[in-house]
Each structure stands twice: as structure tokens, then as C-alpha cells.
């Protein structure tokens, strides 16, 4: 019988969200849950984790959570483990968690904050796309995604180690996509701009920087994470089937002018 409605399903997927517990991360776990996905949120703060899963509790999917360092490869080797005894194999992978130390002048970006940001921005997911996507190949497919930036399309100023990593998860997602594709894993990006949440107070908090965006962005306002959450709902449906290697620009249209 053909389906009338024109909802978005999840129901019966994993999905595995790092830094779920707050921001961008903790509105794709709710809009995931609230479409039936079961969902495992991870970052390194238990007690906020717990808190987001707490208030999440009700919803069509259930939400648990995993205390995570991202930079630690035996953490998430237990944590794609954990997640596969609680709930079963990962349909659904969403590198969300990110960094941004070292803001500042370039010529002042030590190697530590370098290597930092890429530890959290880009190897984590390559990592966690290695202990995921050949079980999902296995299992005929599965959906990755990258929540990189705006600032890995155009510099960001002062940010050296954020920009690029961010334009390096935005190339990892077009190989991925590239090697992953006949197996129907697709892989794809999210790139917001600027949207109001702990990790970007920096920002949104200073009345300069704000008086531009409010000059120059076509929305002119900061976004919110549940903007954000859309995209991802999408991405990781089965409705998004011939939809990889792509990067989605949600940002108000800082990027159009
Ligand atoms: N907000 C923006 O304007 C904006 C714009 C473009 C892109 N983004 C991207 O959106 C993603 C989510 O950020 P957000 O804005 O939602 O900020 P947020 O609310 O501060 O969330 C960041 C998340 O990352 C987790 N995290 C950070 N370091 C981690 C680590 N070492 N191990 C495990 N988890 C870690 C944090 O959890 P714990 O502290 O508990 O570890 C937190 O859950 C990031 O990748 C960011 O680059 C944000």
C-alpha cells in the first residue's frame, strides 16, 4: 500500500552522534529520536549527557549516552561498541563533535593547537568512519555525516587550525563519498554559520561582530541549532538515497553575497 504520509522515518536506525549533549548535536539527537531513531549521544561531560538524555526520555526513539573523549582512540572504540550492545549495528554516524583552540593570528598557532583541532575535527571522524562504515558495508549501506563549517569554505579570520580542518573534513566527505558510494554508504556535510550556541559565544557575544553580521547576512540574525537539525534528519533518511558527496550550507546566506 503506498504511504500518504510525508513525514521522515528513522524508525529501526542506530545512530551514533558525537557531542549530542548540547548545541547543533543535542537538536539532531531530539529531531532523530522524535522520527524514531534509537541514539547513542557522546562527549566527554557525563553529567550533561545524562541531562540531554533525561529530556529526551518519552520520545518515539530511545536516547543513551556514552561518556566519550573524542581524542582517544580506546574511548571510541568502546563507545562504537557500546553503542552496537545497546542498540545494534550503526545505521547512522554524525561527527559532530568540534574544536576550535588556537584562534589568533596565525603566525602565533602553536604546534599543539594544530594538531588538536585535527585530532578532534578530523581524525575522530576518521576514526569513528573506521570502526563504522565496513559494518555498514557489510550491511548494504549506511549514512554518514560531517558537521563541518562555513569557515571551511572561506577563511575565517584568525583561524587557521579551524578552517582548515574544517575544509579537510569537507574533502574527506567528497573521498568518502567517492570510495563508498557502490556500497551505498553515502557521506555528506553540513556547514552552518553562525548559530548561537556555547561553542560559538565568542561571536554572537561581540556587539562588533554582530553589527557586521547583522549589515551583511540576508537573514540577519545568528541561526539556532534546531535550523541545524533539519538537514541532518534528512541526510540520514532513506529519502536522501541518491544524496552523497555533498556539503549543505546553512548559514542565513552569510556566504551568498
Ligand atoms: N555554533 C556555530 O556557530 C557553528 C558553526 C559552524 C560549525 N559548527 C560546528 O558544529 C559542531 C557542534 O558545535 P556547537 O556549535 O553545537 O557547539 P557546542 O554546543 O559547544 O557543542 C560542541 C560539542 O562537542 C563536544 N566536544 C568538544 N570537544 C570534544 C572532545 N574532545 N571529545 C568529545 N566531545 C567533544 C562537546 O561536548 P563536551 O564538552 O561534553 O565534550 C559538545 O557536545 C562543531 O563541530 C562545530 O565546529 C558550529
Not at 562588533?208 to 537573514?219: K, S, V, Y
Amino acid at each position: 500500500m503506498l504511504s500518504m504520509s510525508t513525514a521522515i522515518s528513522l524508525a529501526g536506525k542506530t545512530a551514533l552522534i558525537t557531542g549530542g549533549g548540547r548545541g547543533i548535536g543535542k537538536a539532531i539527537a531530539r529531531r532523530y529520536a522524535e522520527a524514531g531513531a534509537n541514539v547513542v549521544i557522546a562527549s566527554r561531560k557525563a553529567e550533561v549527557l545524562q541531562a540531554a538524555a533525561e529530556e529526551m526520555a518519552g520520545l518515539p526513539g530511545r536516547v543513551h549516552w556514552v561518556a566519550c573523549h573524542a581524542g582517544r582512540l580506546e574511548q571510541l572504540e568502546k563507545l562504537v561498541a557500546e553503542t552496537e550492545a545497546t542498540f545494534g549495528p550503526i545505521d547512522v554516524l554524525v561527527n559532530n563533535a568540534g574544536t576550535n583552540v588556537g584562534q589568533g593570528p596565525s603566525l602565533q598557532l602553536t604546534d599543539e593547537a594544530l594538531l588538536k583541532t585535527f585530532e578532534i575535527n578530523l581524525l575522530a571522524a576518521h576514526r569513528l568512519c573506521r570502526l563504522t562504515v565496513p559494518k555498514m558495508i557489510e550491511r548494504g549501506g549506511g549514512s554518514v555525516i560531517n558537521v563541518a563549517s562555513i569557515a571551511g569554505i572561506n577563511p575565517q579570520r584568525e583561524s587557521l587550525a579551524y578552517s582548515t580542518s574544517k575544509a579537510a573534513l569537507i574533502m574527506a566527505t567528497r573521498l568518502w563519498a567517492v570510495e563508498w558510494g557502490k556500497h551505498a554508504v553515502r557521506v555528506n556535510a553540513i556547514c552552518p554559520g553562525l548559530v548561537e550556541t556555547d561553542f560559538s559565544q565568542f561571536f554572537w557575544k561581540n556587539e562588533a561582530f554582530m553589527e557586521h553580521l547583522r549589515a551583511t547576512q540576508p537573514i540577519a540574525r545568528v541561526g539556532r541549532p534546531d535550523e541545524i537539525s533539519w538537514i541532518a534528519l534528512y541526510l540520514a533518511s532513506d529519502e536522501a538515497s541518491w544524496t552523497t558527496g555533498q556539503c549543505f550550507v546553512i548559514d542565513g546566506g552569510a556566504t551568498a553575497p
